[in-house]
C-alpha cells in the first residue's frame, strides 16, 4: 500500500502514473474484499495492527485505511477473530459460522473497498460495493464448500489443517498485497476461478467413486443376508428336530 510515484518520477503527475494508481487502488480494494471473504475480522485485525504499530507506512491515497489502526477497532476485531479462531476449527461449528457469515463478511468486504477509495463519486462506490460484495461473496462460497466437503470426513485434522492454512493465506495475501497489489488480486482472481472451474468436476468424480462403492457393496451385503438367513434357517430346523 505504497505509492508508486518513487519509481515512476519520469511520469510524476502524468497519465500513465495516474492509471498505475488507480489499478493499484482497485487492486487494494478488491483484494482486501478477497481476503475478506476468507476470514473478515483477521484481515481487519492484521491490517488495523501493521498501521497501528507503523509496520507498514500508508501512502496518500490510502490515508482513508488509518481508521483501521483505531484501538476500538483492532479490539472488537481481534475478539471476533480470537471466537472464528477456535469456532473454525470444530466440525460442523465451523459450517454453522460460516453460514451466519453468508451476508456479513461480503458486506465487510464491500465496506472495507469502499474505505480503501476514501473519497470518490458515488457512481464508483456503487460500482466498488458491487464487484468487492461479488469478490468476497466469491470466496466465501469457496470456503464454505470447502469446509462442507471436509466436515464429510470421519477425522477432525483436516478442518484445523485448512483453518491455519486459510489464515497463513490471509496473512501473506495482505502482504503481498501491500508490495504488489496488481499482482496479488492476480492470484487471487485466478484461485477463485480454479477452484470454481475444478471443484465441480471434484465433486462429480467423488459421487461416481462413492456410487461404484456402494454398488460394489450391495452383492456383499445380499449375499451376507443370505448367509445369514440361512443359517437362521438351519436353527430353526435344528430345534424343530430335537422338539421333534
Known sequence: MTSTAGTLDFARDGPLLALVERLNLLSVALGLACLAGLNLYLTVFATGLTIHFHWIVLAPQYQS???????????????????????????????????????????????????VLGHSTPMLDIVIVLLAGTTALATHTAKAATRLLSNTSP??????????????????????????????????????????????????????????????????????????ARRHQRRATQVDLRGM
Do not use: M
Open 65 to 115: 485505511l488509518s481508521i483501521l489502526g483505531d484501538p476500538i477497532v483492532i479490539t472488537i476485531s481481534g475478539v471476533l477473530f480470537l471466537l472464528e479462531f477456535f469456532a473454525d476449527k470444530i466440525p460442523w461449528i465451523d459450517s454453522i459460522w460460516d453460514a451466519v457469515h453468508t451476508i456479513i463478511r461480503p458486506i465487510g468486504g464491500a465496506l472495507l473497498a469502499i474505505q
Open 155 to 228: 477425522e477432525p485434522f483436516s478442518n484445523i489443517a485448512l483453518s491455519v492454512g486459510e489464515d497463513a493465506v490471509v496473512i501473506g495475501g495482505l502482504a503481498l498485497l501491500h508490495y504488489h497489489p496488481v499482482i496479488a488480486l492476480s492470484i487471487f482472481l485466478i484461485a477463485l476461478g480454479a477452484f470454481f472451474y475444478f471443484a465441480p468436476k471434484i465433486l462429480r468424480a467423488n459421487h461416481r467413486l462413492g456410487g461404484a462403492v456402494r454398488e460394489r457393496s450391495r452383492p456383499a451385503n445380499r449375499a451376507q443376508l443370505i448367509r445369514c
